[in-house]
């Protein structure tokens, strides 16, 4: 006669249960910066400020220099906008 072998199935709490990851508080900031107008508006400011300083930076004081990158740089974003926008599935 064959006998049948069962396996008794243990399982814990916590293991059916989903365990929750804790954020850390720099992780939540930064979410609830991206989430909200401000903290948005915020963000956009700091980036053009930074962009602003690196053509500074990189055109060395020729104002020739400096206004070509930044027409370079608000074309490719409109480009960058208008394709995000002709693109969307909505």
Do not use: C, P
Request: charged residues 20%; proline residues 0%; aromatic residues 14%.
């Amino acid at each position: 006669m064959a006998t049948r072998t069962t396996k008794s199935k243990t399982t814990s709490r916590t293991s059916t249960r989903k365990r929750r990851k804790r954020k850390s508080s720099l992780s939540a900031l930064i979410e609830l910066v991206f989430i909200s107008f401000w903290g948005r508006v915020l963000l956009t400011g700091l980036f053009a400020v930074a962009l602003i300083a690196a053509n500074m930076l990189i055109s060395n004081n020729q104002f020739d220099l400096f206004f070509r990158l930044a027409g370079i740089e608000v074309f490719v974003i409109a480009a960058f906008f208008w394709l995000r926008f002709a693109l969307k599935k909505n």
